[in-house]
């Protein structure tokens, strides 16, 4: 897909103001197209088009640097609720504890959403959570269930 199909999103004549409901699945695809040109294959006004969309569908330009685990670390009964926050290379942060692939070390103690972050008491004991999106993986964050 040619990056200039962004302009079909954005109203051309005012790129700063308006993003015509952008498909978050394609603006991703765009911005990963992009992300990979030269100076010389993409116009400064395109790059800012980009740059200004991303930010309205609350993406991020810039390269995953690390995930980072907040939440309860102990469960005594039924369920907790974990975040997933994503850092980036410009040191930018954002939730996206829906976006990626939740885990746990030990399903026998506790078993974890796979998409949602919640984690459920089985059995006494302890597991390590974790969560991955593109292809990086948070520090495991430890769980007590008693």
Known sequence: MPITDLHNDIEPKHPYRKVVEP????????LKDASVM???????????????????????VFPLKSLAITGPDALSSGTIQLVATATYDDGSTRVVTTEGTWASSDDTKATVGASTGTVTKVAAGTT???????????????????
């Open 38 to 60: 030269t100076d010389d294959q993409i116009d400064k006004s395109t790059r800012n088009d980009l740059i200004y969309a991303a930010r309205v569908a609350g993406l991020s």
């Open 23 to 30: 498909s978050l699945s394609r603006l991703r695809k765009i």
């Open 128 to 146: 390590d959570i974790t969560f991955t999106l593109d292809g990086i993986t948070s520090p495991a964050h430890e769980v007590t269930v008693s």
